[in-house]
């Protein structure tokens, strides 16, 4: 091999990766990044520059110098770029994956391999190496941050399952247990007056077969809270059709409920979770609730004499929703 020699391999791979920076920049119209760390990377930017063009300006630079025939040059450069994709492998696995930016990561460690594969190999020509291409601590630390990556993907992918399909218009979500009356409560206070997504969690081994038992009442026709009601009856049978293939796929289910309640950072249900701010906090909303506006300012005026200056204010006079929570009901003793 000449020094001016085409490097076909670091090439190609070069290539290929520019096309789906670009590709990337531009909004693709196939959607093959479908986890939260798509939507925080997708306009990342490092001094207003797109990490996108960064990556396309990189692989263009190592197509040139594969072009030229400079393998240990390249080796050099694409050693670099790895650094920098370690650094952000290691801000994902601390923050949320991103399906393309782990694709560029395997550009980057094929492009490092690939040249130092023909650094190598040039060298053994010229009796310098034994023709071997050395362990790389850099692979070696890619490979673990890339490891992390993936697994918290497959996490992220498998998401909450609802007990009845939701569109993506509701904004509510309820994460409840049968077994729990606040929790009864819950859903019959929203179950057919507001949008909201169902979400079970079994709290309990009799659980699991009363969530089994609202899924058929369910496909049958019936709302969620009288599927609700009519599970209450059942009990958990005998034998090991509790293990069986079906069983073990709702179990799975339920535990990525449960998974993302905790991860939500609460241990208790029902468990609401909002996307975007409630109605019940508009200030319109919340000048219907409360009283008249000559009323709240009577009352502000008695407060006012009452109350030292200094002293923090009411909640409830400011919030339209009371601050306090009850019925919560722990995993390992669910109310009641």
């Known amino acids: 091999m000449n020094h001016r020699e085409i490097l076909a391999g ?12 670009v590709w990337s920049v531009f909004g693709n119209d196939i959607n093959i990044c479908s986890s939260s760390g798509c939507f925080l990377y997708q306009d990342f930017t490092l001094n207003g520059v797109s990490l996108w063009w960064i990556g396309a300006t990189v692989f263009s630079v190592l197509a040139l110098l594969s072009l030229v025939g400079a393998a240990s040059l ?22 949320a994956p991103c399906v393309n930016c782990l694709i560029v990561a395997l550009f980057f460690a094929a492009s490092y391999m690939t040249f130092t594969y023909a650094a190598e190999k040039r060298f ?8 071997k291409i050395r362990n790389s601590v850099l692979l070696w630390l890619w490979l673990a941050l890339f490891t992390i990556n993936i697994g918290a993907t497959v996490r992220t992918l498998a998401g909450p399952w609802p007990i ?22 819950a859903v019959a206070i929203l179950s057919g007056h507001v949008e909201v997504a169902f979400y079970p969690v079994a709290e309990t081994e009799n659980d699991l077969y009363k969530i089994v038992k609202m899924r058929e009442s369910l496909d049958s026709g019936e709302s969620v809270i009288d599927a609700l009601n009519g599970a209450q009856e059942i009990q958990t049978p005998a034998g090991v059709a509790a293990y069986s293939p079906k069983f073990l796929f ?9 998974a993302h309640v905790y991860l939500a950072g609460s241990h208790v249900v029902p468990f609401f979770e909002y996307r975007g701010m409630p109605t019940m906090l508009k200030p319109d909303r919340a000048q219907r609730q409360s009283p008249s506006l ?9 407060q006012n004499m009452t109350t030292p200056v200094n ?25 009641p």
């Not at 053994?124 to 023709?131: A, L, M, S």
């Not at 009845?164 to 409560?185: H, K, M, Q």
């Not at 000559?294 to 008695?302: A, N, P, V, Y």
């Not at 923090?312 to 669910?334: H, I, M, Y």
């Open 124 to 131: 053994t020509r010229t009796g310098r190496q034994n023709g």
């Open 311 to 335: 002293a923090a204010p009411n909640a409830s006079d400011d919030v339209p929703v009371s601050p306090l929570v009850e019925g919560r009901c722990a995993p390992n003793a669910p109310c």
């Open 164 to 185: 009845v399909e939701a569109g993506d218009e509701v904004t509510t979500r309820l994460f409840f247990s049968p077994s729990c009356s606040s929790c009864r409560e």
């Open 250 to 258: 709702l179990r799975f289910k339920l535990l990525c409920n449960k």
């Open 10 to 21: 670091p090439l190609s791979i070069a290539l290929l990766a520019t096309a789906f920076c």
């Open 294 to 302: 000559s009323q709240q300012g009577r009352r502000q005026d008695r």
């Open 74 to 95: 390249g080796r050099l450069v694409s050693g670099l770029a790895l650094c920098g994709d370690i650094c952000l492998l290691l801000l994902m696995a601390l923050t």
